[in-house]
């Protein structure tokens, strides 16, 4: 029995330090370093971009922002400094939240089974569906008319799953593009490379309004093909600092904030407040 606890103890004396750390919950961690670090998606507007200045911006970046607040009381913080990691594609930053390099992601991520293997969730943020967009001079104007078109996608996202599974369903030939960045994705529509840009309608508006002066270049679907659920991803199992981002976004929900901020980030576009995201304000309302 001695040896046995005696080999025990060793094993736990040389646990590494970066163990150990892992081992904590966020809100300690945060504690004990004042820091709360946010990962966001640089070029992923109107949710989460970089504005003129540099600095982190959108829809997502705000409600961020709210649940920051809400960490900042309930660890009785006088205050609590932000650092925004910038991550680009879903593999990246699935594995800094695995990792602990980051207590949030704050973009814009569909929540799935698959990714639940590895993360948690918080309340849903928004709901959008995949749609097309192509040059007005070469217009997709339906996915009835991807026939033989080149498609460029971010790989590893839910729109990469969903225009294959609509590819093979319909016996459609589809060349599939893959990029790494939405930035990238543009550029490739705008020179022609290819024939239109898949990607979360939320996603395309943004892309479409970074440059006011070419909106009127572009061409949306009307029809999306996808539900896209999103979220923010935290560690998987740390219920307690998950428990205080839902009741942050809640509160934000129960209030007048959160139609400000859809005005604010959508509702300026020309983007009506469709029935389904109004009622999932409604029911993610969660009261105490």
């Given amino acids: 029995m001695l040896r046995m606890l005696l080999a025990a103890l060793a094993i736990f004396a040389f646990v590494s330090p970066s163990t150990a750390q892992a081992a904590s919950t966020t809100l300690e961690r945060i504690a004990e370093s004042g820091t709360f ?12 971009f970089n504005n003129g200045n540099g600095d982190p911006a959108g829809y997502s970046i705000d409600l961020c922002r709210y649940i920051a607040v809400a960490v900042r009381d309930e660890l009785e913080l006088d205050a609590l400094e932000l650092e925004f990691v910038p ?10 939240v695995e990792n602990g390099d980051v207590d949030i992601e704050c973009g814009a991520s569909t929540v799935t089974l698959s990714r639940r293997e590895r993360v948690d969730f918080t ?9 097309i967009l192509s040059r007005r001079e070469a217009p997709v104007d339906s996915i009835d008319e991807l026939s033989d078109q080149k498609i460029a996608v971010l790989r590893g996202t839910t729109t990469e799953d969903v225009m294959r599974r609509f590819a093979n369903y319909n016996e459609v030939n589809l060349t599939l593009r893959f990029v790494a960045t939405h930035d990238e994705g543009m550029a490739l529509l705008d020179a022609g490379d290819v024939d239109a840009y898949a990607s979360d309608r939320a996603m395309l508006l943004g892309q479409i309004f970074r440059d006011p002066d070419k909106a009127d270049q572009y061409r949306m679907s009307k029809q999306v093909i996808s539900f896209e659920p999103y979220a923010m991803m935290t560690r998987r199992g740390d219920t307690e600092f998950r428990l205080v981002a839902d009741r942050a976004l809640a509160g934000v929900y129960r209030g007048a904030q959160i139609r400000r901020l859809y005005q604010q980030w959508f509702g300026r576009y020309g983007e009506p407040l469709s029935p389904i995201v109004e009622a999932m304000y409604q029911f993610q309302a969660v009261d105490e």
């Fill in 87 to 96: 991550l680009n594609s879903m593999p990246e930053r699935l594995e800094a």
């Fill in 123 to 131: 309340l849903m943020t928004f709901i959008t569906g995949a749609a």
């Fill in 37 to 48: 670090r946010i990962g966001y998606v640089p070029d992923a507007a109107p949710l989460s």
